[in-house]
């Protein structure tokens, strides 16, 4: 780039250098990712900084690339690692310790890593949604627990994830063992499969081919495993003009999940310093606000405002699924295996 002349009020001239070139930083996440453009640009423009997004799958794939490419490492910040893997992402030492000023207005109980090399983002929870219409004009009730899942009027309604492949799916499955403890948990599930439960890959195969209200009626399923800010997106995305949603939540006894998702500063980062700063951006009210729209999932800054979608028709259980990341992280192989070999073989 050529550098500019320009006079100085005595008429001599000046070298005016160019601008440094914008500093690239790879922000490596999940496939869900999804933020405003201009917000972004907010960040880019006051740290001449280029924000490049490397895609990596879901967020067990994620983690596992990022594990295998350590010594090397992929990005320079990680978004999208969930407490279901939070632990063994620690345990492999990938991040790079920054406690945030931000950290102060987000809830403890959102902090899960004491050493701070993950910051939460964001929280949702993973539910059943219900066509409340197709329940209604057949005049039958809505299952109150877990257990009217397996029982013969709902044969045949219901539409989950296979926890193998799918963020929800697994979190529907941990809700069920914290739920129904060890080994009741795989009752529950064999009588699902007697009821004719229907399992699908992941959740937009569910939601959209199966789920009578994603599907627009093209499925047969009027049961889903789905988020509890599903609703909100059902009325932002509708193309029939309606004002409220056509799915409701389904918020059963201590069978919902709260899913956290965080941020971390990549160990061999080439710079630290913006890396640091974006994980700040995302941490304050700007970034947090464009999050629910976009992800349809909570904000943890606690200054920032909800739009009126999310006050309408989202929800917060009032009793999630308890469960350390401690014993998912013990457990989960195990759990997704003992699944599968009830479900599938």
């Given at each position: 780039?050529?550098?500019a002349?320009?006079?100085?009020p005595?008429?001599?001239?000046?070298i005016?250098p160019?601008?440094a070139e914008?500093?690239?930083?790879?922000?490596a996440?999940?496939?869900?990712?999804?933020i405003?453009?201009?917000?972004l640009?907010?960040?880019e423009?006051?740290?001449?900084a280029?924000?490049?997004y490397?895609?990596?799958?879901?967020?067990?794939?994620?983690?596992?690339?990022?594990?295998?490419?350590?010594?090397?490492?992929?990005a320079?910040?990680?978004?999208?690692?969930d407490n279901t893997?939070?632990?063994r992402?620690?345990?492999?030492?990938?991040?790079?310790?920054?406690?945030?000023?931000l950290?102060?207005?987000i809830?403890?109980?959102?902090?899960?890593d004491p050493?701070?090399?993950l910051?939460?983002?964001?929280f949702?929870?993973?539910?059943l949604?219900?066509?409340k219409?197709?329940?209604?004009?057949?005049g039958l009730?809505?299952?109150e627990?877990l257990?009217?899942?397996t029982?013969?009027?709902?044969a045949?309604l219901?539409v989950?994830?296979?926890?193998a492949t799918?963020?929800?799916?697994?979190?529907?499955?941990l809700?069920?063992?914290?739920?129904?403890?060890?080994p009741?948990?795989l009752?529950?599930?064999?009588?699902?499969l007697?009821?004719?439960?229907?399992?699908?890959?992941?959740?937009s195969?569910?939601?959209f081919?199966?789920?009578?209200v994603?599907?627009g009626?093209?499925?047969s399923?009027p049961?889903?495993?789905?988020?509890s800010?599903?609703?909100?997106?059902?009325v932002?995305?509708a193309?029939?003009?309606?004002?409220e949603?056509a799915?409701v939540?389904?918020?059963?006894?201590l069978a919902?999940?709260r899913q956290?998702e965080f941020v971390?500063?990549?160990?061999?980062?080439?710079h630290p310093?913006?890396?640091?700063?974006?994980v700040d951006?995302?941490?304050?009210?700007?970034?947090?606000?464009?999050?629910?729209?976009?992800?349809f999932?909570?904000?943890?800054?606690?200054a920032?405002g909800?739009?009126?979608?999310?006050?309408?028709f989202?929800?917060?259980p009032?009793?999630?699924?308890?469960m350390?990341p401690?014993?998912?992280d013990?457990?989960?192989?195990r759990?997704?295996?003992?699944?599968t070999?009830v479900?599938?073989?």
């Open positions: 780039m050529a550098a002349v320009a006079c100085s005595s008429g001599s001239s000046l005016v160019p601008p914008p500093v690239s930083l790879v922000l996440s999940h496939d869900s990712f999804n405003s453009e201009d917000v640009a907010e960040f423009e006051a740290n001449n280029d924000v490049v490397l895609a990596l799958g879901d967020a067990g794939e994620t983690l596992n690339k990022l594990i295998l490419s350590k010594d090397a490492p992929l320079d910040v990680v978004f999208g690692v893997f939070l632990s992402a620690l345990a492999n030492d990938l991040f790079i310790p920054h406690a945030s000023s950290l102060d207005g809830a403890d109980e959102l902090k899960l050493e701070f090399g910051l939460p983002v964001d949702g929870y993973i539910n949604n219900a066509d219409a197709w329940f209604a004009d057949r009730p809505l299952p627990r257990e009217d899942l029982k013969p009027e709902y045949g219901l989950v994830q296979n926890p799918s963020s929800p799916g697994l979190a529907f499955l809700a069920t063992v914290s739920y129904f403890g060890e009741e948990w009752d529950f599930w064999s009588g699902l007697a009821n004719d439960v229907l399992v699908t890959g992941g959740w195969e569910a939601y081919d199966h789920f009578t994603g599907s009626g093209v499925g399923r049961l889903v495993v789905s988020y800010t599903s609703p909100p997106a059902d932002l995305y193309s029939d003009g309606r004002t949603p799915s939540n389904l918020n059963l006894p919902t999940f956290i971390g500063v990549l160990q061999g980062t080439q310093d913006l890396a640091k700063a974006f951006f995302m941490l304050d009210v700007r970034f947090q606000e464009d999050i629910p729209l976009n992800m999932v909570y904000p943890v800054n606690q920032a909800l739009p009126d979608l999310f006050e309408q989202a929800e917060v009032a009793d999630p699924a308890p350390a401690e014993d998912i013990a457990n989960r192989r759990w997704i295996e003992e699944w070999s479900m599938l073989n």
